[in-house]
Antibody, heavy 128, light 110 residues
Framework: QLRLQESGPGLVKPSETLSLTCTVSSDSISNSNYYWGWIRQPPGKGLEWIGS???????YYNPSLKSRVTVSVDTSKNQFSLKLSSVTAADTAVYYC????????????????????WGQGTPVTVSS | QSALTQPPSASGSPGQSVTISCTGT?????????VSWYQQHPGKAPKLIIYEVSKRPSGVPDRFSGSKSGNTASLTVSGLQAEDEADYYC??????????FGGGTKLTVL
């Protein structure tokens, strides 16, 4: 059974960089069929996709966060990571990592995308 | 403000059916058959229950079904059970390589 586990500081100061890591178990992060993604959920609010990475280091990001986000992969450790710079209180949220099933269909010229496996989530508070 | 619009709440009695809507535009829901739905219980991670508008992952009861018409996708829960009480989120591929979620709907089983 695929397992994902987020880790990282639970408290980050405003203007600093939030850094989280997701460790993948029972599957190889080098599986070419999948991307690996980050999604967040502010307290009492809905879900927001942040960005995703493929083992080949191909990445793509939510346009609204792109200027502040870096998602990277470490195949030797079967991990992928999130860095979000210049954080403010608005970045306070539960951060989830997930396996991002992403399939391109030529007939539609678009991607089927969904998250079938999720980590338990880790809360991050931005405060001085 | 979320990219996809969902009603904030929905409710039904045990055994009844309830439908939750998810409205987007021709650049997301209306343009592609790549809508997915997630169920989230309090304090838990979301769980995928529908993908590609109407497909169910293995292990998801057939009480959950999805459909789409124009720019609106729908999730129907039939034969409501107490454990269906949760938040439900829709998601869709969006043009220009983006992925958007709805604001979520809280389903109450009366």
């Amino acid at each position: 059974q695929l397992r994902l586990q987020e880790s990282g500081p639970g408290l980050v100061k405003p203007s600093e960089t939030l850094s989280l890591t997701c460790t993948v178990s029972s599957d190889s992060i080098s599986n070419s069929n999948y991307y690996w993604g980050w999604i967040r959920q502010p307290p009492g609010k809905g879900l927001e996709w942040i960005g995703s990475v493929h083992y080949s280091e191909s990445t793509y990001y939510n346009p609204s966060l792109k200027s502040r986000v870096t998602v990277s992969v470490d195949t030797s450790k079967n991990q992928f990571s999130l860095k979000l710079s210049s954080v403010t209180a608005a970045d306070t949220a539960v951060y989830y990592c997930a396996r991002h099933d992403r399939t391109y269909y030529f007939d539609s010229g678009a991607y089927s995308e969904y998250f079938q496996h999720w980590g338990q989530g880790t809360p991050v508070t931005v405060s001085s | 403000q979320s990219a996809l619009t969902q009603p904030p709440s929905a409710s039904g009695s045990p055994g009844q059916s309830v439908t939750i809507s998810c409205t987007g535009t021709s650049s997301d829901v209306g343009g592609y058959n790549y809508v997915s739905w997630y169920q989230q219980h309090p304090g838990k991670a979301p769980k995928l229950i529908i993908y590609e508008v109407s497909k169910r992952p293995s292990g998801v009861p057939d009480r959950f079904s999805g459909s789409k018409s124009g720019n609106t996708a729908s999730l129907t829960v039939s034969g409501l059970q107490a454990e269906d009480e949760a938040d439900y989120y829709c998601s869709s591929y969006a043009a220009s390589n983006n992925l958007v979620f709805g604001g979520g709907t809280k389903l109450t089983v009366l």
